[in-house]
């Protein structure tokens, strides 16, 4: 079986773990590639493609992905028109279900609807229970920068296709950042947010495009679920450690993969091919949140009762 090796995608970054479940899940769910993914000690294997099919997958994949429902819920406005959301933190129980029945057949939507949020707990506006990574705050709107950035990476005849090809090569390989913004996924951008004369609101942020796209492409692993009736979880994240993501040295599908972020963090030490676990924090800078710079750490440091843990209510 091929194996490619994305140094661009790190596993001592949260967003580089990020990206490469979402490369995983693109590649099997989107496409029905026999993919399997697997890490060496500092960046993700990619098995069963060559590095020309990938690329050429991930340029189409991009073609009309802005256009996708899941990154168009309709919600209702307070003219009663519904118009596709703005933020994962505004969305009304009723427009979260009636999207649900209308994608009852769209296995990749549904996976997205339950990323962004959880209709099983809503706070006192109406609103369901949003997803852990939304770190969006005031005037950031995280849906609608999420269909800029699908459009952004969109190939189009008006422009030269070889531009998207190297945000594809600097996402697999590493290369220098552009102005993106991370959504505060990327711990390297944290100390620039930190100095900087003005709000991460009111300047350019530096990201590699591709790689925060395939990060947003993992969101239907992380699911949101409820824990109890008046708080959620999403998947991946520790109350006491952020999120937390293993590090495995075999190759695993995608549904192997999907299984192990399921899986109790306190049992994470007994997998035989498991070699390191990583989690990292949560900081604000002002109204904005970051991930803080990964660490290694242990099973019996992620304690299940504070595994995902969060009051997602805000």
Same mark, same amino acid.
């Given at each position: 079986m091929t194996t490619l090796e994305l140094p661009g995608l790190s596993i001592t970054s949260p967003l580089g773990f990020m990206a490469a479940l979402g490369l995983l899940r693109v590649c099997a769910q989107d496409h029905g590639e026999t993919a399997e993914l697997s890490w060496s000690a500092t960046s993700a294997r990619l098995h069963g493609l060559p590095k020309s099919r990938l690329t050429e997958l991930l340029h189409g994949h991009m073609r009309d992905r802005s256009l996708s429902p899941e990154f168009n819920?309709?919600?209702?406005?307070?003219?009663?028109?519904?118009?596709?959301?703005?933020?994962?933190?505004?969305?009304?129980?009723?427009?979260?279900?009636? *999207? *649900?029945?209308?994608?009852?057949?769209?296995?990749?939507?549904?996976?997205?609807? *339950?990323?962004?949020?959880?209709?099983?707990?809503?706070?006192?506006?109406?609103?369901?229970?949003?997803?852990?990574?939304?770190?969006?705050?005031?005037?950031?709107?995280?849906?609608?920068?999420?269909?800029?950035?699908?459009?952004?990476?969109?190939?189009?005849?008006?422009?030269?296709?070889? *531009?998207?090809?190297?945000?594809?090569?600097?996402?697999?390989?590493?290369?220098?950042?552009?102005?993106?913004?991370?959504?505060?996924?990327?711990?390297?951008?944290?100390?620039?947010?930190?100095?900087?004369?003005?709000?991460?609101?009111?300047?350019?942020?530096?990201?590699?495009?591709?790689?925060?796209?395939?990060?947003?492409?993992?969101?239907?692993?992380?699911p949101v679920v409820p824990i109890s009736a008046t708080r959620c979880a999403t998947t991946g994240f520790s109350g006491t450690r952020g999120y937390a993501w293993p590090q495995w040295s075999t190759a695993l599908s995608l549904a192997e993969v999907r299984l192990l972020r399921q899986r109790d963090p306190g049992t994470l030490d007994a997998l035989p091919d498991l070699t390191a676990i990583w989690s990292a924090g949560i900081t604000s800078v002002g109204k904005f949140r970051f991930f803080l710079p990964a660490t290694r750490t242990r099973s019996d440091r992620l304690k299940l009762r504070g595994f995902a843990q969060a009051d997602v209510l805000d």
């Open positions: 819920l309709p919600v209702g406005t307070e003219k009663g028109q519904a118009e596709p959301f703005l933020h994962l933190r505004e969305i009304p129980r009723a427009d979260y279900r009636a *999207a *649900a029945q209308q994608w009852k057949d769209d296995k990749r939507a549904l996976g997205f609807l *339950a990323g962004y949020a959880c209709d099983a707990v809503i706070n006192d506006k109406g609103y369901v229970a949003r997803s852990q990574f939304d770190f969006s705050s005031a005037r950031q709107c995280l849906a609608l920068e999420f269909r800029r950035l699908a459009e952004k990476l969109r190939p189009d005849e008006r422009r030269p296709a070889v *531009a998207l090809e190297t945000r594809i090569q600097r996402a697999l390989d590493g290369g220098p950042y552009e102005d993106q913004h991370t959504f505060g996924w990327d711990p390297a951008t944290l100390l620039t947010h930190a100095h900087q004369a003005m709000s991460p609101s009111a300047s350019a942020t530096p990201g590699q495009p591709m790689t925060v796209w395939l990060a947003v492409e993992s969101l239907p692993l992380h």
